[in-house]
């Protein structure tokens, strides 16, 4: 039983000489990992990554930068290099890549594009902010609204996504993100209560879009065309550009109702705004 232990011990002290050894005379230039030696996990302390793993601070390379590095003649292991640090926020799909190769881009970088590539986009963080602006006071604020229902459309190819908001519902309710919001003014004195919903929302096709943003009292619409004319025309309009990759996908839309001048008891839409952020 002691000789077995002492072999233990005694390959234990051989393997950490080596170790030693290794670490002590590096090749110059070589990633230990690329040779296969053993590399001392200590080493990583503080959060250091092995150069394999590195990667830069600068925003991801997109497809147009690789064809100007190629057209520039830049060296294939540059861009390589490159593609591995940044990243590239890019569609690697058969297409994108035969029209690369077209532009002259070699087909090693093409190669480390498609591994080095951004996961494509599959889905919007979707985020609805609603703002209940109301006169201050003791007295509870009204779940009536003059036209009930907040709708915003989406369009995704072939098909539309709608989501609908039953203003009624939403003022009468109590929500997880739920609050109220700091607009003091010793003149004007207001409450302002700030429901906030979020969801992932799948998007499956790629480019510019138009959504839709409206209200009505209609809750029915399953759809643009679904629209009355007055609709159309009241709704407000936002583009934006999906891209196939990013390193973030996060869609907001915002919407303001203030309590009617006329009907105290009522709310009414009085502005909206729509952003996107992908870097």
């Known amino acids: 039983m002691k000789k077995h232990i002492a072999t233990a011990v005694l390959t234990v002290l051989i393997g950490a000489q080596a170790l030693t050894a290794q670490q002590s005379t590096p090749a110059s230039g070589v990633d230990p990992l690329a040779r296969g030696q053993i590399v001392n996990i200590?080493?990583?302390d503080g959060g250091a990554l092995p150069k394999r793993y590195e990667r830069s601070q600068q925003l991801p390379m997109r497809p147009d930068d690789v064809k100007k590095l190629s057209a520039s003649q830049f060296s294939e292991g540059a861009i390589i290099k490159m593609l591995e640090e940044r990243r590239c926020a890019c569609d690697a799909s058969v297409d994108a890549l035969i029209d690369l190769k077209e532009a002259g881009v070699s087909e090693a970088v093409l190669q480390a594009l498609s591994l080095h590539a951004l996961s494509p986009?599959?889905?919007?963080?979707?985020?609805?902010?609603?703002?209940?602006?109301?006169?201050?006071?003791?007295?509870?604020l009204s779940t009536q609204a003059r036209q009930g229902y907040l709708?915003?459309?989406v369009?995704?190819?072939?098909?539309?996504r709608v989501f609908v908001g039953n203003l009624q519902q939403i003022l009468a309710g109590r929500w997880q993100r739920d609050g109220q919001v700091d607009n003091s003014d010793l003149l004007l004195p207001k409450q302002?209560?700030?429901?906030?919903?979020?969801?992932?929302?799948?998007?499956?096709?790629y480019?510019?879009?138009?959504?839709?943003?409206?209200?009505?009292?209609?809750?029915?619409?399953?759809?643009?065309?679904?629209?009355?004319?007055?609709?159309?025309?009241?709704?407000?309009?936002?583009?934006?550009?999906?891209?196939?990759?990013?390193?973030?996908?996060?869609?907001?839309?915002?919407?303001?109702y203030r309590q009617d001048q006329m009907l105290s008891d009522k709310w009414h839409l009085k502005r909206t705004n729509f952003q996107c952020e992908w870097d």
Request: proline share 6%.
């Open 207 to 256: 480019g510019p879009k138009k959504v839709l943003v409206f209200t009505s009292t209609r809750p029915n619409i399953y759809g643009s065309a679904d629209l009355t004319a007055r609709e159309r025309e009241a709704a407000s309009e936002y583009a934006f550009t999906y891209p196939s990759s990013s390193l973030q996908s996060y869609c907001a839309l915002q919407a303001l």
């Open 155 to 160: 369009p995704d190819g072939q098909r539309e």
């Open 192 to 205: 302002v209560r700030r429901v906030t919903f979020a969801a992932d929302v799948p998007l499956k096709t």
């Open 121 to 140: 986009n599959r889905s919007v963080q979707l985020t609805v902010h609603l703002d209940f602006e109301g006169l201050g006071g003791n007295k509870p």
């Open 42 to 44: 200590v080493d990583w």
């Open 151 to 153: 709708y915003l459309i």
